[in-house]
């Protein structure tokens, strides 16, 4: 029931992932089935038959209340048990589904994500962790809106979390991990950048390969080698986030005016599109929790589901588990 | 002699800014006035005749040490007081000069424009202000890099700041100053931002317009109208910067992969080259403090010192002084 569009957007990008997905896997739709089962039966109707004819590998679990745009974040938990996003949640805990997929409001999603599934011990809290386009392959940068406040020790657990997403997710192998900064250097940065540096250059188990700085990001390398995590505090994360969602639409403008037509160019910046990327997930809590855009189209929503299989699949949440736990029981800076 | 193709550039930006400025402008080049005078003679001999005509407007001041990029920025201070940033500022002092531009070693000049130059009363420390290029005019960005942790009190001082850079600077009437944050409302933010939207929209004198997002900087509007000045902590602002400078070069390598020709896009882009804006005014020292990047080209060099100008004849750090005792002596938040 979440997100600007739901629930047409949702029920159509579930129908996309239907298509790509395996045989074994099936979708459950959580919210008011009855207005989820006018929405899909007209889907169907629309359908071409193949996907028709893969309609009984999508179920539906009644969730009677909605989770507003506007509720705050302790709504999830206490105000409105019975919302889409408790409900679906809870199906994790119970054992019923592996993976939760959702547009709706994010705040609403973190507390609820934390308070059903659990954090991983170690954690304080979870982070976002959101792809960025790059001139080379997308990088990891979390925490992405979830944390305003980070503390030193906050930093350095994103950066183990972001670790183990490049890997599962992402299939990079020992993926390298940058702090944001403001220069290269480790005494360069706010309080907490530089406590953190000193932390992950003498953490065991993370490829740390030091600070990058902004203009790194796009460039998807550093003069180290290729970056694949940068590791920043939520606010500084999601300002560049929507930051960098503007730029292109900036940019496309100021070329279309010069006289290049419109689409030569969409092509040519069909990777900067962030939606191509999928959901950013919940990092950090015991279960799947991806978060996408309020305004995600069908084929954002589709994108979201299957990072949502990738990370079930691939145990993620179990990896960061074990990473932590040996984090803790082995040397820690 | 600061700046990564000193003197050469400095001096070819000092003889293009010659060219435009009011016949009774002159220019004052500080520093080894041996390594000047060669690299001066050279290029004037290059000159066409209407420039060399001009060459009395130039004169040099002689400053034996140089700061060095490595350098720490106390060493402006204690450790080389005849170098030309000392010297250079020294001259406003004496009232031997209205500005000061350079493209040396940041954090020296800082420490050199503070100590120098003072700071005005209500300050607890300056700001560097970069214009963003926007769908719309530039939008003025502070603090850019100058102190990367924060309080709420100098959030509101960068306010103050940038509203008058962008009246006496930029011509901006009433200039509409927004804070940077995660979301609209005045709830959302860090700490810092969130204390410091109150103290604003509790303070007089300033045009603030509440919070702007990430997305808002490119467009230079938001919806409660156009965005003059954005306030943020300087490793916000100045990841925000080289971010910025990286993108265009991402998509337009995009775009010419994708076949359009090259040309063609760096016209359109034209308005993204910050360059063209030219130096960073370190607002906050009584004075005129223009930092300029340490890659400045003759271009962007000549800006600086045009942007310099305007400051001086504009008397910016006058107005600035006296905001600040207006604000002081009339009821604050």
Redesign the interface.
């Known amino acids: 029931m979440g997100g600007d569009h739901a629930p047409a957007a949702t029920i159509a990008g579930a129908l996309l992932a239907l298509q790509e997905l395996a045989p074994e896997h099936s979708i459950q739709l959580v919210g008011r089935t009855e207005a989820i089962r006018a929405e899909l039966d007209a889907q169907l109707a629309a359908a071409a038959p193949a996907l028709r004819a893969q309609a009984h590998r999508v179920s539906m679990v009644e969730a009677a209340e909605v989770i507003e745009m506007t509720d705050k974040p302790s709504v999830a938990i206490r105000g409105k048990p019975k919302s889409s996003m408790a409900v679906g949640l809870r199906l994790q805990v119970d054992g019923d589904s592996d993976a939760f997929v959702s547009a709706g409001n994010t705040g609403a999603q973190m507390a609820a994500s934390t308070f059903i599934l659990r954090l991983h011990e170690g954690l304080n809290r979870p982070a976002i962790a959101t792809l960025f386009p ?2 080379r392959v997308p990088v990891v940068v979390l925490d992405s ?1 979830a944390n ?2 980070c503390s030193a020790e906050e930093l350095v657990q994103f950066a183990r979390l972001g670790a183990v997403y490049a890997e599962d997710i992402l299939g990079r192998t020992t993926p390298s991990v940058a702090l ?3 220069g290269e250097e480790p005494e360069k ?3 907490a ?1 530089k406590d953190a540096h000193k932390a992950l250059a003498a953490a065991g188990g993370i490829n740390f390969i030091g600070n990058v ?7 998807g390398t550093c003069d180290r080698g290729p970056v694949d995590v940068v590791v ?5 994360g ?14 496309v ?3 279309t ?4 037509p419109k689409e ?2 969409s ?3 069909e ?2 599109d962030y939606a191509a990327h999928g959901g950013a997930p919940l990092l950090g809590v015991k279960g799947v929790s991806i978060i996408c855009h309020g305004k995600s189209s069908p084929e954002a929503i589709k994108n979201g589901i299957l990072v949502g299989l990738r990370a079930a699949s691939s145990r993620m949440s179990d990896h960061i588990g074990q990473r932590l736990a040996s984090t803790a029981s082995g040397a820690t800076a």
Not at 213 to 219: H, I, K, N, T, V
Not at 238 to 251: D, S
């Open positions: 790059s001139a809106g305003v406040d944001l900064s403001v940065g706010n309080a950048v700085e902004g203009r790194d990001l796009p460039m920043c505090d939520g606010f500084v999601n300002v560049l986030l929507k930051f960098y969602e503007a730029v292109p639409k900036l940019i403008g100021l070329i005016k010069s006289g290049v030569q160019l092509g040519a910046l990777n900067l």
